[in-house]
């Protein structure tokens, strides 16, 4: 019975409204504008977008998406059958689509050359399980706008199948998509960029783990050099596996986050369907990890329960908190509490690893 309550939620999640890309030159003259590089191993369509089918070439773009100036944090706003509107819904304004990886990584090299300070260093971000391209990149463009990022964003798109009942497609998708994880990321190193930061969400997290084992495997810490921090958000990994990964990895980049709920019901259900009681992204239990130099952020009073574990992206306390990463290395310290002044919560640290649980403070 209780599987057939997931498969319910699952089934109803399945037949809610999905977002689609709506091309509208001009957009960006309305709303704030974010270009954000692209690169995918989604086949393209006829008209060129990328779909859920497995590619045989990475692709390479950019895409301007605009934003609507007057919503919610956290909000994304399809327009639907509505007729497209730059003051209420988000549209892409511009694309481009690179030759090839070197037009790509030129086109990098000009942007670094333009930016000064944290604007060098290249955020790189991983969608989760049962993202369409459009919901990973509106997904990317919504934090940077609503969190004011400095960085130089790079969006990551593998080819899952954007469908709840779809998971070990997009498993298979997620291994197929390691190699152009790996180029990626290594074409964004050697643009000239001081350092990168990788980000994954979900499976997504499992795709950016896969991708560093790869290069450590290759040329050791070398291929890994130019990545300075790493926050897996709610991974869907398994946590042998994970320790099995670092393990390979050697030394793990500097700040390693990771962020988890134990009320995280769609990893609840991945747990079950691989026969397990927990997954990486809502175990709490930092003893797991003690071997590990990673700091596990306990989110739990942020989630309210429900299926879609992307819900904290929508959360303006969430946001707040992600917002505050580069001051959580200096925020924990040796004593019970965090410091007055940066992030209330309780830290608990287990040889190498530490876990912060943070509250929900918002009203």
Not at 46 to 60: Q, S, V, W
Not at 210 to 223: L, N, S, Y
């Amino acid at each position: 019975m209780r599987f057939l309550a997931f498969f319910f939620v699952f089934f109803i999640a399945a037949c809610a409204p999905r977002g689609t890309i709506v091309y509208h030159p001009g957009a960006g003259q309305v709303g704030a504008l974010q270009n954000i590089f692209v690169t995918s191993t989604r086949e393209q369509d006829e008209t060129g977008a990328p779909t859920r089918n497995r590619g045989g070439e990475l692709l390479f773009g950019q895409v301007g998406v605009s934003i609507p100036k007057t919503r919610e944090p956290g909000e994304i706003n399809w327009p639907g059958r509505a007729t497209p509107d730059p003051a209420q819904h988000f549209l892409v304004d511009n694309y481009e689509q690179f030759a090839d990886q070197r037009s790509f990584q030129n086109a990098l090299s000009r942007e670094v050359r333009s930016r000064r300070g944290e604007g060098r260093t290249a955020a790189v971000f991983v969608h989760g399980f049962n993202n369409r391209f459009s919901e990973g990149l509106y997904r990317f463009a919504q934090l940077n706008e609503d969190l004011d990022l400095p960085f130089l964003p790079v969006h990551y798109s593998w080819p899952s199948a954007g469908h709840p009942l779809g998971y070990g497609y997009d498993r298979d998708s997620m291994l197929f998509a390691r190699d152009g994880l790996e180029t990626t990321l290594r074409s964004v190193s050697q643009s000239g960029v001081d350092e990168v930061f990788l980000v994954g969400h979900s499976m997504g997290a499992l795709l950016a783990m896969e991708a560093m084992r790869q290069m450590a495997i290759a040329d050791g810490q070398k291929g890994l050099n130019k990545i300075s921090g790493v926050v897996l958000i709610s991974p869907d990994i398994d946590l042998d596996l994970f320790r099995q990964q670092a393990k390979r990895i050697g030394k793990l980049p500097q700040p390693f986050f990771i962020f988890t709920s134990s009320r995280d019901r769609a990893l609840k259900l991945s747990a079950r369907l691989m026969g397990q009681s927990t997954r990486l992204g809502n175990n709490t239990d930092v003893a797991e990890l003690a071997n590990l130099d990673v700091t596990l952020v306990d989110l739990s009073a942020f989630s309210d329960g429900v299926a879609d574990h992307s819900v904290a992206f929508a959360s303006p306390a969430f946001l707040r908190l992600i917002n505050s990463i580069p001051n959580l290395s200096t925020a924990i310290s040796d004593s019970p509490t965090v410091r007055p002044g940066l992030l209330p919560g309780t830290v608990l640290v287990v040889q190498n690893a530490t876990r912060l649980v943070i509250p929900n403070t918002s009203p």
